[in-house]
Each structure stands twice: as structure tokens, then as C-alpha cells.
């Protein structure tokens, strides 16, 4: 995953946070719904985009099975860069 950008408390606190999401996003979405990998892939590649700290800490609780329709739902300054360095 790229670097995320915000402070080095945030950054970190972030991190974390879409970890958790990305994660049980997967076990809702591929291992127990109806997503196949190629779908996934494209979820991934989304999450790849999303680099801001803070939407990542606003969505600590969201519901992993939501994670297609908030990253629907990002605006560009979400994803400052459509080139990522990973």
C-alpha cells in the first residue's frame, strides 16, 4: 500500500485504521460474500488511490462490507494522485 499523507500522529493512527477496514473488508466481500478476486483487485486498486490519513481514520468504523460504496463515494482530495509511489 502507498504512504499516506496527514501528520506522523495521523499517518500512523491511519495506517492502522485501513489495515483493519482493507482486511475484514476482505473476509466480508471474498471468504464470506459473493466477490470474486478480480473484484477485489479492483477494490484494491481504489484503496491504492485513497492516500489522505484522515478519510482513513473517518472510516475506522465503518462496515467492511461498505468499503466498495465509500470509496464510490471519495472525492479528489482523497486521492490527490492518480500515480501513487509504493
Known amino acids: 500500500m502507498p ?6 500522529r495521523a499517518v ?3 495506517r492502522l485504521c485501513r489495515h483493519q477496514l482493507v482486511s ?3 473476509s466480508a466481500l ?12 479492483a477494490i ?4 491504492r488511490l485513497l492516500t489522505r490519513a484522515g478519510w482513513w481514520i473517518d472510516q475506522r468504523d465503518a462496515d467492511p462490507g461498505d468499503l466498495p ?6 472525492t479528489a482530495s482523497d486521492r490527490p494522485t492518480e500515480n501513487p509511489h509504493f
Open 12 to 14: 500512523a493512527w491511519a
Open 44 to 47: 484494491e486498486d481504489a484503496v
Open 69 to 74: 460504496e465509500l470509496l464510490e463515494a471519495t
Open 24 to 26: 475484514a473488508a476482505y
Open 30 to 41: 471474498v471468504v464470506e460474500g459473493t466477490a470474486s478476486e478480480a473484484e477485489w483487485e
Open 3 to 8: 504512504l499516506l499523507d496527514g501528520t506522523d
